[in-house]
């Protein structure tokens, strides 16, 4: 019997021990189920569809070292991955996590506007690069000022000085109809600045070109030029006899009866993004576009050396680059073109400039335009025109425009600069700056530009030479 009571105790003890190691594994697994299953649902933001573990700690690594530094990365997911001895709540972690998510499809959406805003790459081509230095956060939240400014100019160049509408017509007629017997070559230049950034270098443009065309004719559109001060710069061309003058743009006359007249209404109603890229700049791609249209002629940047006469050039637009493999053209560019008056090529400009503007793109609405137009048109009949190769008018690319302002460094250097001023004296009309890249460089002495501004120039004993 007493065997019996122990036996029974034995059976006792074993049952209630087995009872509580059934609530200890019990205990434990709620714990580790309680701490999985809200890791899934967080960082997939739906509940009905868990992701595994391995998987959400990925995505939330790529998402830290994407937006914080590296060395708060790695701290902040070995808090997150630990899971046990962290001081942090695990409210915390997932609202960490969900911040994380947010800040990576904030990202996502970021970096998917820049993608639809870079220019399009053509082969073999060099343009610079967009602009970095705006965000497009900031540059949204400065756009009311900057559409302010945008409508003052276009407002101030159409009323500058007191003008009576129809002045500008006026005044470009009588210009032309005075030089008519001797203005062998009409030459336009567009100026959407202020004077004080019109330097030595534009002063030269215009030197050469009257070097090259003495019996040429210069109108120089522009708000800023049409002023006394601005008569004051063109004065020693005038007393010399030179014909050359300063119009401030009349731009509903210039823009009626082409596509460019809807659009330059909607922009001002604030219908059309401006965009980021200076306005002025995206203004002068259209203005050389209508003086050519209603006048034909010669258009140039303020850039530009001259270095021969344009006077046998006709319906001609210059290659930027060619494609080494079929040395076909791979780009053109808007620098200079010589068109005919009211030719269809410069009208379906116009019309692609109205149809397909875009203020975010660099060069989408000047050398990119024109290559996407030629492209499209080249061959089909009624449009004749001449593509001319790149030493015409750019014979160096803008990301060397610097060989042409420095002198030799060595007796070899020296020998590769004459080979190279003999090759532009052969072959080029002129020789575009690349204003953008060469605004800062100084002309030095035995090189390539201080050689050939020597060779074509009208003031060649005035102190301005002299400080080039």
């Excluded at 915390?92 to 947010?102: F, G």
């Amino acid at each position: 019997m007493e065997n019996k009571n122990i036996n029974d105790k034995k059976r006792s003890f074993f049952a209630v021990l087995s009872v509580f190691l059934l609530l200890l594994i019990s205990f434990n697994g709620a714990s580790i189920f309680s701490i999985k299953i809200p890791y899934q649902e967080n960082v997939t933001g739906d509940s009905g569809n868990l992701l595994s573990m391995s998987s959400s700690l990925s995505n939330l690594m790529y998402a830290v070292e994407e937006e914080i530094p590296s060395e708060i990365s790695r701290t902040h997911l070995g808090k997150t991955v630990s899971g046990a001895g962290d001081s942090m709540s695990l409210n915390s972690v997932l609202h960490s996590m969900h911040d994380v998510q947010q800040e990576q499809q904030q990202k996502e959406q970021r970096i998917s506007l820049v993608k639809e805003e870079t220019p399009p790459v053509i082969s073999n081509s060099h343009l610079p690069l967009l602009r970095k230095s705006h965000s497009l956060r900031l540059e949204s939240e400065d756009f009311p000022s900057k559409k302010k400014r945008i409508l003052e100019l276009l407002t101030s160049m159409e009323s500058s000085g007191g003008l009576r509408q129809g002045d500008f017509r006026a005044r470009v007629k009588e210009f032309f109809s005075k030089n008519e017997t001797s203005c062998k070559v009409r030459f336009f230049m567009t100026w959407i600045s202020s004077l004080d950034s019109f330097s030595d270098k534009e002063f030269h443009s215009i030197e050469t070109l009257f070097n090259t065309h003495p019996k040429g004719c210069l109108l120089i559109v522009s708000n800023s030029m049409d002023s006394s001060k601005g008569n004051q710069i063109l004065r020693p061309f005038l007393d010399k006899g030179f014909r050359v003058t300063a119009i401030s743009p009349d731009l509903n006359y210039l823009l009626k009866n082409t596509e460019a007249e809807s659009w330059f209404s909607r922009i001002i109603k604030g219908d059309i993004d401006a965009g980021y890229v200076p306005f002025g700049q995206n203004l002068s791609n259209l203005l050389r576009l209508c003086l050519l249209y209603k006048y034909g002629g010669v258009y140039i940047d303020t850039d530009l050396i001259i270095m021969k006469s344009f006077s046998k050039l006709k319906n001609s637009i210059g290659a930027q680059t060619l494609d080494l493999g079929s040395k076909n053209w791979s780009r053109l560019n808007n620098a200079v073109m010589v068109f005919d008056k009211m030719h269809p090529l410069v009208y379906k400009f116009i019309e692609e400039f109205s149809l397909t503007f875009n203020g975010n793109k660099w060069g989408h609405n000047g050398p990119y335009l024109v290559s996407r137009v030629v492209s499209r048109l080249q061959g089909r009949p009624g449009y004749n025109f001449t593509i001319l190769p790149p030493p015409a008018f750019y014979p160096v690319n803008w990301n060397r425009v610097r060989n042409l302002f420095r002198g030799p460094k060595n007796e070899t250097d020296a020998k590769w600069l004459r080979g190279k001023l003999r090759q532009i004296r052969s072959q080029s009309y002129a020789v575009h700056l690349w204003n953008k890249q060469s605004r800062k460089l100084h002309i030095k002495e035995g090189s390539i530009l201080r050689k050939i501004l020597s060779d074509h120039c009208v003031f060649c004993n005035s102190s301005t030479n002299a400080a080039l």
